[in-house]
């Protein structure tokens, strides 16, 4: 008999000990879980302070850019009188130098849209033999001025899309200002297929410098450059790519990239015909 209440005295030692514990135990994990959520408010408070800067930002430079493209474009214009060779090769720097910023601001201006949930998709019917013409047109000018062929394949058998087409020609317009910059020599060729009955897949392959393997991951990520010589001749916020892959997500689609060093890349953007439901009204 006192063998049994010995060990019952034991088991309840036991159990207080192991109850004292699980309290501990459970006091510990709710100080785990409120750390955890003072972190997740901080971390939410950082990238909300993060995009409310950069769109802050973005708005104040826009009105010094504007000023100084409107002033180059008066002086390009000669309404002060004609300039002479050096002062129209000056005028012509700052107009590129402030449009390269101007760039650089909008898409700073789109991350911090994007990340805020303030950019809204505003899908419409669109046939593709119309973006690929605004393209062309677009690309002309600079295109003359390389010597590079630029050439938009046609889009046969294509149906008419449903989706934000600004957004679209946005990818586009970067995947083909990219491979103009990076490409010395050969042709960049824009493209269109059926992928899968449902989606379209755009493509522009260039004979370009190429990509490393070891990039092709990293090269959609915020503020990654490809390290090149050619890289140093352009400045750019990095974002450019980043951004396609972000506008590719809110049509429903995805990016990519195929490319070899030496021999060319073929970046391209898969999207749905259709816009699916739940996307139509933005971010």
Same mark, same amino acid.
């Given at each position: 008999?006192?063998?049994?209440?010995?060990?019952?005295?034991?088991?309840?030692?036991?159990?207080?000990?192991?109850?004292?514990?699980?309290?501990?135990?459970?006091?510990?994990?709710?100080?785990?879980?409120?750390?955890?959520?003072?972190?997740?408010?901080?971390?939410?408070?950082?990238?909300?302070?993060?995009?409310?800067?950069?769109?802050?930002?973005?708005? =104040?430079?826009? &009105?010094?850019?504007?000023? /100084?493209?409107?002033?180059?474009?008066? *002086? @390009?214009?000669?309404? !002060?009188?004609? #300039?002479?060779? =050096?002062?129209? &090769?000056?005028?012509?720097? /700052?107009?590129?130098?402030?449009?390269? *910023? @101007?760039?650089?601001? !909008?898409?700073? #201006?789109?991350?911090?849209?994007?990340?805020?949930?303030?950019?809204?998709?505003?899908?419409?019917?669109?046939?593709?033999?119309?973006?690929?013409?605004? #393209?062309?047109?677009?690309?002309?000018?600079?295109?003359?001025?390389?010597?590079?062929?630029?050439?938009?394949?046609?889009?046969?058998?294509?149906?008419? #899309?449903?989706?934000?087409?600004?957004?679209?020609?946005?990818?586009?317009?970067?995947?083909?200002?990219?491979?103009?910059?990076?490409?010395?020599?050969?042709?960049?060729?824009?493209?269109?297929?059926?992928?899968?009955?449902?989606?379209?897949?755009?493509?522009?392959?260039?004979?370009?410098?190429?990509?490393?393997?070891?990039?092709?991951?990293?090269?959609?990520?915020?503020?990654?450059?490809?390290?090149?010589?050619?890289?140093?001749?352009?400045?750019?916020?990095?974002?450019?790519?980043?951004?396609?892959?972000?506008?590719?997500?809110?049509?429903?689609?995805?990016?990519?990239?195929?490319?070899?060093?030496?021999?060319?890349?073929?970046?391209?953007?898969?999207?749905?015909?259709?816009?699916?439901?739940?996307?139509?009204?933005?971010?």
């Amino acid at each position: 008999m006192d063998d049994i209440e010995e060990r019952m005295r034991q088991l309840a030692l036991e159990n207080e000990a192991l109850r004292a514990e699980l309290e501990e135990t459970n006091h510990g994990v709710l100080a785990l879980y409120a750390e955890l959520d003072n972190q997740a408010e901080e971390l939410r408070q950082a990238s909300d302070l993060k995009s409310r800067f950069l769109s802050y930002m973005s708005h =104040e430079f826009r &009105t010094p850019l504007g000023s /100084i493209l409107s002033i180059t474009r008066l *002086l @390009s214009d000669g309404m !002060d009188g004609p #300039l002479n060779i =050096e002062q129209a &090769t000056q005028v012509q720097f /700052i107009s590129t130098s402030a449009n390269e *910023l @101007s760039n650089m601001v !909008d898409d700073l #201006l789109d991350l911090a849209k994007i990340e805020a949930g303030r950019i809204t998709i505003s899908p419409a019917w669109f046939d593709m033999f119309d973006l690929f013409g605004a #393209l062309r047109g677009m690309f002309r000018p600079i295109v003359e001025s390389t010597g590079i062929e630029l050439v938009f394949e046609e889009p046969a058998g294509i149906p008419r #899309l449903f989706t934000d087409d600004k957004k679209l020609a946005q990818i586009l317009r970067n995947f083909i200002s990219n491979a103009l910059k990076f490409t010395a020599r050969g042709s960049v060729r824009v493209s269109a297929a059926m992928e899968e009955a449902t989606s379209v897949r755009f493509s522009v392959i260039d004979t370009g410098i190429g990509i490393p393997a070891d990039m092709h991951e990293r090269l959609f990520e915020d503020f990654v450059q490809v390290d090149s010589p050619m890289q140093k001749r352009f400045r750019g916020t990095g974002l450019g790519l980043s951004l396609c892959k972000r506008f590719a997500g809110l049509l429903g689609g995805h990016v990519g990239v195929e490319s070899e060093p030496g021999v060319g890349s073929n970046f391209y953007v898969v999207i749905p015909v259709t816009l699916p439901e739940g996307l139509a009204h933005g971010a």
